[in-house]
């Protein structure tokens, strides 16, 4: 493939200080420890993994709000950390996210129109209020929602709705590319198959890129190009979406396919699962060698004291001491 | 006889902005030893539904009900003499025949008091053991619901546990109590999904082995689809289609039952398979529509639906749905 990827990550990591005391010893979360991939333009890329696992960090680091410890980003072709500026201006306006928390992420003060507006006004798109108007008016009529709600407030519409005008105010400055944080978890599952086909429509016809980020691996599959599997701050499998959900290579993935309940009794009722033992890890004090050795079917003598490394397998990246030869 | 049984319940909650109807006319069955799945959208009522069967509604609910029965014992709220004679024996049925598993399990434990102590009392409540046999039936059940070094978390508090482990303490007491019915609301809901299959696998297993029935609240198809028998399908306060897994998942009758079908991914089949969202949102219970509750929503209403409720239409013993299409007029049309 000759072309290049819009995004570019490259040995990312994102930690906190999360010492308590003043005499008490440094204690460090690695959110996100040593995480690379690209997307390329027009693609879906889907992050999946439990909760805790560096997701929202590793979104948030992408669109800046968190400085990474270490590793780089390149966006059409430049680094991130060195953006100064009107480029680190066009940067804030081509990268935008979607919270996961329709409930929350919306000043509950402004209007529809004003929430939509805002970021119009901070990166200077239109010259007049007028236009402005025109364009919320036609935002709103892309995202499913009516003109006269443009001078409602975010209480008076439901979870799926406002999940609509937050999308509708990241498209507000035609972005390249839209981290969507877990966008449809906290909707009804009639909805979220709204907000799902609205964000492959958009795609279809503005030509974007997104980081799907979710803990729902079938909603995952469905909208992604190339899925990739985190656990405990690491990308441990990285592939096309069919191939990661077809053929799963890393024991995590493949007990994280076998966790999903299937929405068919036949199936669901016959199919024996992989119940993996305990649960995750503290972060703080992360497993030495492989970070899945505590919970691991396969694990084996080497991997509680050897870092996997990602190798490719296929066509596909994953961190596993069994497929290293 | 089957061990639950509710006909004709209503449950209204008055409030500043008037009247929530928030279950209406609701009727239902639940067998001994079987799994029943009650699924439908935030709001639709499911877990008023049950609150109102076990004495949990809030102050501000009111409670109707044709009949409540449960292990052959009459539990309607106005077939007793007064308020606290109700709520003494509901108290009684929760802590003995029924056990309840919520999303939030903190609601069931006590934050002040250690874990083990927790389970050494419900055991002692139920059975005639020595406090030392309590602490050692306690262990056992800590091992089985799979708490790892249950010696050293038996002296824990609540809080140094995390959801998932909690969640399997209010089951290992649900099963030292060897209840008949476990009514579980959203149970793993705030769980990861390996936590959640282990969750899930447990209660499989409570049922299997100790032949209690569970009645499921969940928005999740994937998880009524593994653990129940039967479904019922909630939708602005009424149950709109009930019958067996089979009949639901393959056989569905109603549109809303189908469109719940149809925006699901199946992650087994083929990819490009668009979803077909259901428009609109549900409706709002302060003024639910005359007719159908789907109605607004509907892409195959009829002019009937805007004025009537749906009668109920009746296809097998076990299948039922409230649709005008599937009313004999229409069908015959
Ligand atoms: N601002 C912060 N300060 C300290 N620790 C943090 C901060 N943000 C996240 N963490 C920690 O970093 C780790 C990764 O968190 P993150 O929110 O990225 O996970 P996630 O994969 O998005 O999880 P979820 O599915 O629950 O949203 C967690 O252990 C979390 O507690
Ligand atoms: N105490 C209350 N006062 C007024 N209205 C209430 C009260 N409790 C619940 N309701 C309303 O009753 C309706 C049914 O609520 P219920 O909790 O049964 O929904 P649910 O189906 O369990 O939804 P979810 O999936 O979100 O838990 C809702 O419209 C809710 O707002
Ligand atoms: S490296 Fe070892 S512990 Fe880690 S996933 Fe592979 S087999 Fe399991
Ligand atoms: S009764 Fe009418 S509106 Fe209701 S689901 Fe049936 S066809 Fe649709
Ligand atoms: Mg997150
Ligand atoms: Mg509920």
């Given amino acids: 493939m000759s072309e290049k990827p819009i995004l570019s990550v490259r040995n990312l990591k994102t930690y906190f200080d999360v010492t308590k005391g003043l005499f008490s010893k440094k204690q460090i979360v690695k959110a996100v420890d040593d995480v690379s991939f690209d997307v390329m333009p027009n693609e879906t890329f889907g992050l999946v993994g439990e909760s805790g696992c560096g997701k929202t960090t590793l979104g948030r680091t992408i669109v800046k709000l968190y400085d990474p410890v270490e590793g780089s980003i390149e966006f059409m072709g430049k680094d991130i950390a060195n953006l100064k500026g009107a480029e680190l201006k066009a940067y804030r306006k081509d990268m935008q996210m979607i919270f996961q928390d329709p409930y929350a992420s919306l000043n509950p003060r402004m209007t529809v129109g004003e929430i939509i507006k805002e970021p119009m006004i901070i990166h200077n798109i239109y010259n007049t209020d007028a236009e402005r108007e025109e364009r919320v008016v036609e935002l709103l009529r892309i995202v499913g929602l009516k003109p006269d709600h443009i001078r409602r407030y975010p209480a008076e519409f439901s979870g799926g709705q406002r999940q609509r005008i937050g999308i509708a105010r990241a498209l507000a400055v035609n972005p390249k590319f839209i981290v969507c944080d877990e966008p449809i978890s906290a909707l009804d599952v009639s909805i979220q198959a709204q907000v799902i086909n609205l964000l492959e429509n958009i795609q279809k016809e503005m030509g974007l890129s997104y980081l799907f980020i979710a803990h729902d691996l079938s909603m995952v599959k469905h909208i992604s190009d190339k899925i990739g599997v985190m656990y405990l701050g690491h990308m441990v499998e990285m592939g096309k979406s069919d191939d990661v959900y077809h053929r799963p290579l890393h024991p995590y993935t493949t007990a994280l396919l076998s966790a999903i309940p299937i929405p068919d009794p036949d199936?669901?009722?016959?199919?024996?699962?992989?119940?993996?033992?305990?649960?995750?890890?503290s972060p703080i004090n992360p497993p030495t060698g492989c970070p899945f050795s505590t919970r691991c079917?396969?694990?084996?003598?080497?991997?509680?004291?050897?870092?996997?490394?990602?190798i490719e397998v296929g066509g596909r990246m994953v961190a596993c001491h069994l497929y290293e030869r | 006889m089957a061990l639950l049984e509710v006909e004709n319940l209503k449950t209204d909650f008055?409030?500043?902005?008037?009247?929530?109807?928030?279950?209406?006319?609701?009727?239902?069955?639940?067998?001994?030893?079987?799994?029943?799945?009650?699924?439908?959208?935030?709001?639709?009522?499911?877990?008023?539904?049950?609150?109102?069967?076990?004495?949990?509604?809030?102050?501000?609910?009111?409670?109707?009900?044709?009949?409540?029965?449960?292990?052959?014992?009459?539990?309607a709220p106005e077939n007793f003499v007064n308020k606290k004679t109700y709520e003494d024996a509901m108290k009684d049925i929760r802590g003995n025949s029924m056990a309840m598993i919520f999303q939030d399990p903190m609601t069931f434990l006590n934050p002040i008091m250690k874990i083990g102590d927790q389970l050494t009392e419900t055991i002692m409540n139920h059975?005639?053991?020595?406090?030392?046999?309590a602490h050692e039936l306690a262990l056992e059940l800590m091992r089985k619901v799979g708490i790892p070094s249950p010696e050293k978390r038996i002296n824990q508090y609540p809080f140094?546990?995390?959801?998932?482990?909690?969640?399997?303490?209010?089951?290992?007491?649900?099963l030292a109590n060897n209840p008949k019915?476990?009514?579980?609301?959203?149970?793993?809901?705030?769980?990861?999904?390996t936590i959640q299959a282990q969750v899930l696998e447990l209660i499989d297993e409570l049922k299997k082995n100790s032949g209690s029935a569970v009645i499921m609240i969940t928005h999740d198809l994937g998880v009524v689809a593994k653990l129940?028998?039967?479904?019922?399908?909630?939708?602005?306060?009424?149950?709109?289609?009930?019958?067996?897994?089979?009949?639901?998942?393959?056989?569905?009758?109603h549109p809303y039952t189908?469109?719940?079908?149809?925006?699901?991914?199946?992650?087994?089949?083929d990819d490009d398979k668009e979803l077909e969202p259901i428009p609109g949102s549900p409706p709002d219970l302060l003024n639910p529509p005359k007719g159908c509750p789907f109605v607004d929503r509907c892409t195959e209403a009829m002019r009937v639906c805007k004025e009537y409720q749906p009668e109920v239409t009746k296809f097998t013993e076990t299948h039922q749905c409230a649709c005008w299409l599937c009313h004999e007029k229409a069908v015959t049309k």
């Fill in chain 1, 267 to 281: 199936v669901a009722k016959a199919k024996s699962r992989i119940l993996l033992e305990g649960e995750i890890p």
């Fill in chain 1, 297 to 310: 079917p396969k694990a084996t003598e080497r991997c509680r004291k050897e870092m996997p490394q990602p």
């Fill in chain 2, 14 to 75: 008055t409030t500043d902005q008037g009247m929530v109807h928030a279950v209406r006319d609701v009727t239902f069955s639940v067998e001994q030893g079987e799994a029943l799945g009650i699924v439908g959208e935030s709001g639709s009522g499911k877990s008023q539904t049950m609150y109102s069967i076990i004495g949990l509604l809030a102050d501000n609910g009111i409670v109707n009900a044709k009949r409540i029965t449960f292990d052959g014992k009459d539990i």
């Fill in chain 2, 127 to 133: 059975n005639k053991v020595s406090e030392k046999d």
């Fill in chain 2, 160 to 174: 140094e546990f995390t959801g998932g482990m909690r969640q399997r303490i209010i089951i290992a007491i649900a």
């Fill in chain 2, 181 to 193: 019915l476990i009514i579980a609301d959203e149970p793993t809901t705030a769980l990861d999904v």
């Fill in chain 2, 228 to 253: 129940c028998d039967r479904i019922a399908i909630m939708y602005g306060g009424k149950i709109v289609e009930i019958g067996t897994d089979k009949e639901i998942f393959y056989d569905p009758k």
């Fill in chain 2, 258 to 269: 189908k469109g719940l079908l149809n925006c699901i991914a199946n992650p087994d089949e």
